[in-house]
């Protein structure tokens, strides 16, 4: 079974750090774009960041540009989201997901066919 398996999650007060990781189990997505999607209660699942599949570009929302950076491992079996300058309103679960995009499309849920079971983030003010 193809799985993503996401760690590095946590509370964490308003101001500090933390990096997320994202695994795979079964396969290799060394071929996918990889991103980084969040979902608050009562919200719906949005946009945080992405690779594309040769880790030439990257993609991020406007609230987290300049504090969160997604890079992938030497090995590309690795996919890490560093967040700096944690706020409040970043507190969710955010999920890692793989997929065949390009541009624009790489932030929408749509185009990702793999999904992790999500990892928790609380920022206490």
């Known amino acids: 079974q193809v799985q993503l398996v996401e760690s590095g999650g946590g509370l964490v007060q308003a101001g500090g750090s933390l990096r997320l990781s994202c695994a795979p189990s079964?396969?290799?997505?060394?071929?996918?774009?990889m991103g980084w999607f969040r979902q608050a209660p009562g919200k719906e699942r949005e946009f945080v960041a992405a690779?594309?599949?040769?880790?030439?570009?990257?993609y991020y929302t406007d609230s987290v540009k300049g504090r969160f950076t997604i890079s992938r491992g030497n090995a590309k079996n690795t996919v890490y989201l560093q967040m700096n300058s944690l706020k409040p309103e970043d507190t969710a679960v955010y999920y890692c997901?793989?997929?065949?995009?390009?541009?624009?499309?790489?932030?929408?849920?749509?185009?990702?066919?793999?999904w992790g079971q999500g990892t928790q983030v609380t920022v206490s003010s």
């Open positions: 997901a793989a997929g065949y995009c390009s541009g624009s499309g790489c932030q929408k849920v749509g185009p990702y066919d793999y």
């Open positions: 690779i594309s599949w040769d880790d030439t570009i990257t």
């Open positions: 079964g396969r290799t997505f060394s071929s996918y774009a």
